[in-house]
């Protein structure tokens, strides 16, 4: 093996490590959350594990699914919800303020990620074309 399959394999391991930072996961499980998160309810229950997952921050709330998220959910300050006063506490009724919201973690997750990478090696990854589109999906260009 040479320094240039080397570093190809090293690009493909980090490509598909930041690939992988955009799946949401159970936060207890870990187990890829792959269905549609959004449906109207900010509790949600891992299918895997059934602990209670907040949508807003993806806190894991306890063993009793959504019900353990209530009082979580009320309180988060990821909530963009909260604004529209108690009636509202548990629903999140914009899937853009979702969407958002998990993008803001998504970043944060993926910008610490590459942060690590050696630079010399940082410049290909984040120039492959296959993630600069979800690069740019989550506010990194
Ligand atoms: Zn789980
Ligand atoms: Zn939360």
Not at 58 to 71: E, K, L, R, V
Not at 116 to 125: S, Y
């Amino acid at each position: 093996m040479d320094f240039g399959d080397l570093l190809e394999e090293a690009i493909e391991k980090h490509i598909r490590n930041i690939l992988n930072l955009f799946t949401d996961k159970c936060p207890h499980c870990k187990i890829a959350m792959t269905e549609e998160l959004w449906t109207g309810c900010a509790a949600l229950t891992c299918t895997n594990c059934r602990h209670g997952i907040c949508l807003w921050c993806f806190a894991d709330c306890g063993t009793n699914g959504n019900y353990s998220a209530y009082p979580h959910v009320e309180r988060c300050s990821h909530n963009k919800n909260l604004r529209f006063g108690y009636r509202r506490r548990f629903i999140a009724d914009d899937i853009n303020d979702v969407t958002r919201t998990r993008n803001e973690f998504k970043r944060e997750r993926v910008q610490a990620y590459i942060a690590t990478i050696l630079e010399a090696t940082r410049v290909l990854v984040v120039s492959d074309e296959r993630i600069i589109p979800e690069l740019r999906m989550i506010g990194i260009n």
